[in-house]
């Protein structure tokens, strides 16, 4: 036999593949446990960076994939309502929903749903300026008086940035 090859008894062999063999059954019922007989849970569904959906009608995006790895453990069955993020927020809320991702913290918000022990993700905020907008210097903020920035109505965003603003001042 020449020097750093290997090889294998056939009995050796066998048994590998056997044991391949028997952990593959032992997987099936994990897998198939995700999509039979669980309990049914009501899913917002909004399209956004975490959620999206193709033209045929596949669902992806760091929320969906996030829920998926959620029913593997669980064993629940998805039923996805579709809405703008505030309506089902509104519905998880008026206990419509069971389910909503990508809703960040707040005290006003605990008294009325359940947040998970853990945390979904984390964000970060930024302003963004245009590359042609020599107005605006990141660098001094009161370039910013008098200028209209974009950001989601009533949403906690908005808030941070009033407040962050009010911090400024």
Known sequence: MKSGSIAFCPLRKAAALLICVIMGFMMIPLAAQ?????????????????????????????????????????GWNYEYVEGSWSELLEKLIAGELDLLSDVSYT??????????????????????????????????????????????????????FVAWLKAMA
């Not at 302003?127 to 605006?136: L, M």
């Open 34 to 74: 995700a999509g039979s007989g669980g309990k049914t849970v009501r899913v917002g569904w909004y399209e956004s960076a975490f959620h999206r959906t193709d033209t045929f009608g596949r669902r992806s995006g760091y929320g969906y994939e996030y829920q998926q790895r959620i029913s593997i453990y669980t």
């Open 107 to 160: 005290d006003e918000r605990a008294e009325k749903i359940l947040y998970s022990a853990e945390a979904m993700g984390s964000e970060g905020y930024h302003v963004f300026i245009a590359p042609g907008n020599t107005e605006i210097r990141p660098d001094d903020f009161s370039t910013m008086n008098g200028k209209r920035i974009g950001v989601n109505k009533n949403s906690i965003q908005e808030k941070l």
